[in-house]
């Protein structure tokens, strides 16, 4: 089941594995897409990825970028990006655009703009001696603009697909999430209210792009704060409103850096005790959705045959690496050959770095 080909969001893929959205920290100084980053995509289709969902990409010139992040943001981000799927495509592979505002989440940010926020709130963890700007409804609504703008160039680049970060507490996760979003207008308070800023971007894209161009959404499951916390109960009807928007596909993870210690979205594994660690809330959001949109899970898959277990006693449609495929982006042709010894992989996250993000022991092999 898992290395059978299927459709999967709109989108035909040679097997279940898809390749989670992973941060590369390979643009140049324009944020546009370096030589080594069309190596890397080409790897990673060679490798036997059904589907690629790249690094985030930055939409929006109201904020500054991440350090080595690509862009999106204007049209002249379109020709290179045109290079980029033409060298996935011409390794066989598919590839999704992960798209994202990131608001005050910006750990090394580079570049003119404001740090964003829902509320001024300042994150748990990172830390910045930039103030935060509360957003102001007109600009709220020119966000949706600047989103359903790169959803369109994603479609005019050749990408298979979008992505919405809506996790991991860039801007439509805090906006998601009590502790951060203190709004009294109609972008806070109600869990519908709090919800407004993500599914008009939804609906504002799926209009521009059309019925049938694949966009998928990638959504916590729960953040795991001590307070202030989007719940479980409340991700689920946040993605039965998104599949009435418009979306294809959608991949559970959870966390932000205010997370509890070791609930996050990056964890070890080893210390946890716990792999696989959203396989459960995603087995009952796929549940509830039965028929009406393919879910998927990242987060702590390590082995294949969990993997097909998983599919094969759930309705989750897709199982989506990250770490893993830093280091051995041949991971599943390996497990597809008949080697099916777990992924080398030991979740120590030493490979997330400000640029050129790789395993350090692909590193030492270097």
């Given at each position: 089941?898992?290395?059978?080909?299927?459709q999967?969001?709109?989108?035909?893929?040679?097997?279940?594995?898809?390749?989670?959205?992973?941060?590369?920290?390979?643009?140049?100084?324009?944020?546009?897409?370096?030589?080594?980053?069309?190596?890397?995509?080409?790897?990673?289709?060679?490798?036997?990825?059904?589907?690629?969902?790249?690094?985030?990409?930055?939409?929006?010139?109201m904020?500054?970028?991440?350090?080595?992040?690509?862009?999106?943001?204007?049209?002249?981000c379109?020709?290179?990006?045109?290079k980029l799927?033409?060298?996935?495509?011409?390794?066989?592979g598919?590839?999704?655009?992960q798209?994202?505002i990131?608001?005050?989440?910006?750990?090394?940010?580079?570049?003119?703009?404001?740090?964003?926020?829902?509320?001024?709130?300042?994150?748990?963890?990172?830390?910045?001696?930039?103030p935060?700007?509360?957003?102001?409804?007109?600009?709220?609504?020119?966000?949706?603009?600047?989103?359903?703008?790169?959803?369109?160039r994603?479609?005019?680049?050749?990408?298979?697909?979008?992505?919405?970060?809506?996790?991991?507490?860039?801007?439509?996760?805090?906006?998601?999430?009590?502790?951060?979003?203190?709004?009294?207008?109609?972008?806070?308070?109600?869990?519908?209210?709090?919800?407004?800023?993500?599914?008009?971007?939804?609906?504002?894209?799926?209009?521009a792009?059309?019925?049938?161009?694949?966009?998928?959404?990638?959504?916590?499951?729960?953040?795991?704060?001590?307070?202030?916390?989007?719940?479980?109960?409340?991700?689920k009807?946040?993605?039965?409103?998104?599949v009435?928007?418009?979306?294809?596909?959608?991949?559970?993870?959870?966390?932000?850096?205010?997370?509890?210690?070791?609930?996050?979205?990056?964890?070890a594994?080893?210390?946890?005790?716990?792999?696989?660690?959203?396989?459960?809330?995603?087995?009952?959001?796929?549940?509830?959705?039965?028929?009406?949109?393919?879910?998927?899970?990242?987060?702590?898959?390590?082995?294949?045959?969990?993997?097909?277990?998983?599919?094969?006693?759930?309705?989750i449609?897709?199982?989506?690496?990250?770490?893993p495929?830093?280091?051995?982006?041949?991971?599943?042709?390996?497990?597809?050959?008949?080697?099916?010894?777990?992924?080398?992989?030991?979740?120590?996250?030493?490979?997330?770095?400000?640029?050129?993000?790789?395993c350090?022991?692909n590193?030492?092999?270097?």
């Open positions: 089941m898992l290395f059978d080909k299927t999967i969001g709109g989108i035909d893929a040679t097997c279940r594995i898809i390749r989670s959205a992973t941060f590369e920290g390979m643009a140049d100084i324009n944020g546009y897409p370096t030589e080594r980053l069309f190596q890397n995509y080409e790897t990673l289709a060679d490798g036997g990825s059904g589907i690629i969902i790249t690094g985030m990409m930055a939409v929006s010139p904020e500054p970028y991440q350090h080595c992040q690509i862009r999106i943001s204007s049209d002249d379109i020709r290179p990006l045109q799927t033409a060298h996935v495509h011409d390794h066989g598919k590839i999704i655009a798209l994202v990131m608001g005050s989440a910006i750990a090394l940010p580079e570049g003119d703009g404001m740090l964003i926020s829902p509320s001024g709130i300042p994150e748990k963890v990172v830390i910045t001696e930039s935060l700007h509360v957003l102001q409804p007109d600009e709220i609504e020119q966000l949706v603009r600047q989103m359903t703008a790169a959803v369109v994603a479609k005019k680049a050749g990408y298979d697909g979008i992505q919405i970060h809506g996790a991991h507490g860039y801007l439509a996760s805090k906006f998601l999430t009590p502790y951060f979003n203190k709004r009294t207008d109609k972008y806070g308070g109600s869990l519908e209210n709090r919800a407004r800023f993500l599914l008009e971007c939804i609906r504002a894209a799926r209009e792009v059309g019925p049938y161009f694949p966009m998928w959404l990638k959504l916590n499951s729960a953040d795991y704060m001590e307070e202030g916390s989007m719940t479980f109960e409340e991700s009807k946040v993605m039965t409103w998104a009435k928007a418009g979306i294809n596909a959608i991949e559970i993870s959870g966390g932000n850096t205010a997370s509890l210690p070791r609930q996050g979205p990056i964890r594994i080893r210390r946890t005790k716990e792999p696989m660690y959203f396989a459960s809330y995603a087995a009952d959001a796929a549940a509830c959705l039965k028929s009406k949109v393919d879910i998927g899970v990242v987060g702590g898959f390590r082995n294949v045959t969990d993997m097909e277990q998983c599919l094969q006693t759930t309705n449609s897709f199982i989506s690496l990250s770490r495929l830093l280091r051995e982006p041949d991971l599943p042709n390996r497990w597809r050959k008949g080697d099916k010894a777990p992924a080398l992989c030991i979740s120590c996250s030493r490979c997330f770095k400000a640029e050129n993000v790789n350090i022991f590193e030492k092999k270097d």
